[in-house]
């Protein structure tokens, strides 16, 4: 049996899909599991992190555990209590989804948010591996209502590059982790195989949409504003901020072979990526040749542009 938390968001359900197509008995996590849409081979059980009782009951009869802990400055307990609820219950392999640059001091606190789960897991006896992976292509779905209606969207990243990396093969090592015990005592960072800035992204939309995608630099006063109008904490928004300073200053421009040599392929591009998803943007996809790119066009701040808050 293996055991998804987080069996709704990008990464889990991802997981989820993979393994029940590979015929695992795989048991799905998630607050609310009458909403949840998943294969219907899956067993959808009830979990809260903060009601330890129903995690308990989850995870009970589970030989690998994927576990996805809630980022942010106050949730170090969540990670490692998830970590101790599955030693607790007889887990014998854990698998920590994580974030590249864990552990950078560059990066200040927010690059210590995932540390506590880290650490639980290298603790707690069991086998486990951990994924650092980079930004997910699926991020720049915040952008879908700017596109749709013609607007600029938004940069917070400058000329700053990343490994923009597929959620699905972030998800496909998951699987492999969660199966396989040669992965036992692993840190994997997980990127894509070309670094992009935000323009870099926009202009592989715009050739697969087959229109002009405009992109806008927003200042970090700016960003900010909008963070915490949006309801964010102030140490969340700094360390959302201090994130995307770090990346500005090169600090994530960093490419590995993880995907490759787990995988035994390359990572998917982000060009695969976006024209797999065209239709979320309101388009018909069009195939991109590799390195293809566009220039984004005359740049104006719009507001709406902004994305919601929501990446990992």
Sequence with gaps: MILITG??????????????????????????????????????VRGDYTDTASM??????????????????????????L????????????????????????????????????????????????????????????????IRSGQPVPNLTGSGTQGVIDPRDVAAVAVEALLVPDHSGRVYTLTGPELLTGPDQAAVLAAVLGHPVESIDIAEDTAREHMLAA????????????GQAYVRAGGNAVLTDD??????????????????????????????????????APLTVVESAWPNRGQR
């Design 259 to 296: 995907v490759h040599r787990v995988l035994g392929r390359a990572p998917r591009t982000y060009a695969e990526w976006a024209t797999d998803h065209a239709t979320a943007f309101g388009a018909v996809a069009t195939p991109v040749a590799q390195g293809s790119q566009s220039s984004p």
């Design 7 to 44: 069996a709704t968001g990008t990464i889990g359900s991802e997981i989820v899909r993979q393994l029940a197509a590979r015929g695992e008995q795989v048991r799905a996590v998630t607050r609310d599991p009458h909403r949840a849409q998943l294969p219907a081979e899956v067993e959808v």
């Design 83 to 146: 970590v101790a609820t599955a030693k607790a219950s007889g887990v014998r392999r854990i698998v920590k989804l994580s974030a590249i640059g864990t552990g950078d001091p560059e990066l200040g606190r927010v690059g210590t948010w995932h540390l506590p789960g880290e650490n639980a897991a290298r603790e707690s006896g069991l086998e486990w591996t951990i994924l650092r992976p980079s930004s997910f292509a699926s991020n720049t779905l915040s952008w879908t209502d700017a």
């Design 56 to 81: 308990v009951a989850a995870m009970s009869g589970a030989d690998a555990v994927f576990i996805v802990g809630v980022l942010g400055p106050d949730d170090a307990e969540a990670d490692q209590a």
């Design 231 to 242: 309801g964010m904490s102030v140490e969340f928004a700094d360390g959302a901020l201090a």
